[in-house]
């Protein structure tokens, strides 16, 4: 169906930088959105950014300023660019796709998370 894969977490300093990265693939016939969730241990998964097609964004509120979200559509691939990383960004990390396959509404696909630990 659909398959999605992220990677690029690991560890790093308080206010330091990563980038993650997210590819869908399989039997896409178009992507509507893409985006970023995050759980931290106990406690409920949270929005971090999305993007549409037409290059709308959204951000949580503790994250503007200090993440970005870019798409490249060729390869439907989206990244989150990371920087000023505090301990409270430390998480696991959801790839997510808003897709339509052979439907006239389009479902969620999700990847299976990265792990993003910030060390004071």
């Known amino acids: 169906q659909v398959q999605v894969v992220e990677s690029g977490g690991g560890l790093v300093q308080a206010g330091g930088s990563l980038k993650l990265s997210c590819a869908a693939s399989g039997s896409i016939a178009s992507i509507s959105s893409m985006g970023w969730y995050r759980q931290a241990p106990g406690k409920e998964r949270q929005l971090v950014a999305t993007?549409?097609?037409?290059?709308?964004?959204n951000f949580l509120d503790s994250v503007k300023g200090r993440f970005t979200i870019s798409r490249e559509y060729a390869k439907n691939a989206v990244y989150l660019q990371m920087n000023s990383l505090k301990p409270e960004d430390t998480a696991v990390y959801y790839c997510t796709v808003r897709a339509y396959t052979t439907t006239i509404v389009p479902r969620d696909y999700w990847g299976q998370g990265t792990q993003v630990t910030v060390s004071s």
């Open positions: 993007i549409t097609t037409a290059g709308d964004t």
